[in-house]
């Protein structure tokens, strides 16, 4: 798919966005801005716009199918599970998003939610606004230093998260599928094999990791019953990660305490109401999916976001694409050396198309002086000999060569 020309491009930034973004965006596209816009009218509005750049609100796969002019949506930040990425995959569309941008605010927040947990902020703020003095009962607390965190997801975020732990005398263990024995020796912290002996070892324990089919529920019942009584447990990622139900059971049973950015079922705009059985638990604090709202991270964001789509509109690709295939049908490449004439490339093409063969990828780069090109395919199957016989006997063909992928 190419891009649109720039001088018509329609964009809708369906969610509050940093307004020195979106006058650079107004040089690249015909900006509309929507920042109050519901997940639900986005459907009825999207049919004009080529790009779609969204924070929390919702992309449906009928916001997806209803837009018959989208190329491009843009998630002004991490994570994608608010986009059907599978439907904007059938479409043709590319999905984009600003990965590593937020570390270090998500990061913060969650050495908040250790700080609050262990010294009993918040109720000592409500205890003090009904005038009361209760110093014998907040000076209990178990303190971080010597304690050990445990970090599950060793991501950009999950770094600095044990950066900043390690300034307050943490001791780190960390669990992720990418993570080595190396890896930890590098990053100074304690290798974990599995999921239930970095929970029995920690003395908090903090999720780091993207919403994917592995992920979903994967913090469960036998984690809980392998954490420690009164372990401190933080969760600034997703809220499917983790089984709900068996938090639950954590904390009226082990008295785990916990601290939540995330939660099941969230409000799909910046105010509404919300409640769940959870947040009346003692014990148990939580915020409003604010981990990644600083200034700081919204701007490095927004200018994240300026710079994708400037690439998209300039070049046609596109940067952080997270719904490309990694891997192909491709069975075989054919690399063809030839002139830079018109219509030789449409002559291999229909050949290929006769022999009902299909083009997975296709790139055709110039040389210098602009006589000859190299173009490579690559094809769903093995073409036939009489077809490479065929291809080659052009006079404007240089030289053609089948390799197998």
């Not at 307050?168 to 992720?176: D, E, T």
């Not at 599928?177 to 070892?201: N, Q």
């Not at 780069?365 to 094809?379: P, Q, S, T």
């Amino acid at each position: 798919m190419t891009s649109p020309s720039q001088k018509n491009v329609n964009l809708l930034i369906a969610d509050s966005f940093s307004r020195p973004a979106i006058d650079k965006l107004k040089t690249l596209a015909n900006v509309q801005y929507k920042p109050d816009l519901k997940s639900e009218e986005l459907p009825a509005l999207i049919q004009d716009y080529h790009i779609l750049v969204v924070r929390s609100t919702k992309v449906t796969a009928q916001t997806i199918e209803n837009g018959k002019s989208l190329s491009l949506i843009v998630r002004a930040g991490a994570g994608v599970n608010t986009i059907d990425v599978d439907a904007a995959s059938k479409q043709g569309i590319f999905v984009s998003n600003c990965p590593g941008k937020n570390s270090a605010a998500v990061a913060e927040l969650t050495l908040g939610f250790l700080l609050a947990l262990d010294r009993r902020i918040p109720e000592n703020v409500l205890e003090l606004r009904e005038r009361k003095w209760n110093k014998t009962e907040f000076s209990r607390a178990d303190g971080l230093l010597g304690k050990t965190l445990g970090i599950i997801g060793l991501g950009s975020i999950g770094k600095e998260v044990a950066f900043r732990a390690k300034s307050f005398g943490m001791k780190i263990s960390g669990f992720s599928r990418a993570l080595t024995k190396e890896t930890a020796r590098v990053l100074e912290i304690e290798f974990c094999p599995d999921l239930l002996s970095l929970a029995a070892g920690s003395d908090a324990v903090s999720i780091h990791l993207s919403l994917n089919s592995e992920t979903k529920n994967l913090i469960g019942q036998s984690f809980f019953q392998a954490m420690k009584p009164r372990a401190i447990f933080i969760n600034t990622s997703r809220a499917e990660i983790v089984d709900t139900e068996s938090l639950l059971k954590a904390v009226q049973e082990k008295k785990i305490r916990v601290g939540l950015d995330v939660f099941p079922d969230e409000p799909g705009t910046g105010k509404g109401e919300y409640s769940h059985p959870i947040l009346n638990l003692p014990g148990v604090y939580g915020t409003h999916h604010i981990g990644a709202s600083t200034e700081q991270a919204q701007e490095a964001i927004a200018n994240e976001t300026v710079r994708i789509i400037n690439r998209y509109l300039t070049t046609g690709e596109v940067e952080n694409c997270v719904n490309l295939s990694q891997n192909t049908p491709a069975t075989h490449q054919l690399v063809i050396r030839h002139k830079d004439k018109v219509g030789v490339l449409a002559g291999i093409l229909d050949l290929l198309k006769e022999a009902k063969i299909n083009i997975e990828e296709m790139e055709n780069r110039i040389f210098e002086g602009k006589e000859a090109a190299v173009c490579k395919i690559r094809l769903s199957s093995k073409p036939q000999g009489e077809i490479l016989t065929q291809i080659q006997s052009s006079k404007d063909i240089i030289q053609v060569e089948l390799l197998p992928v």
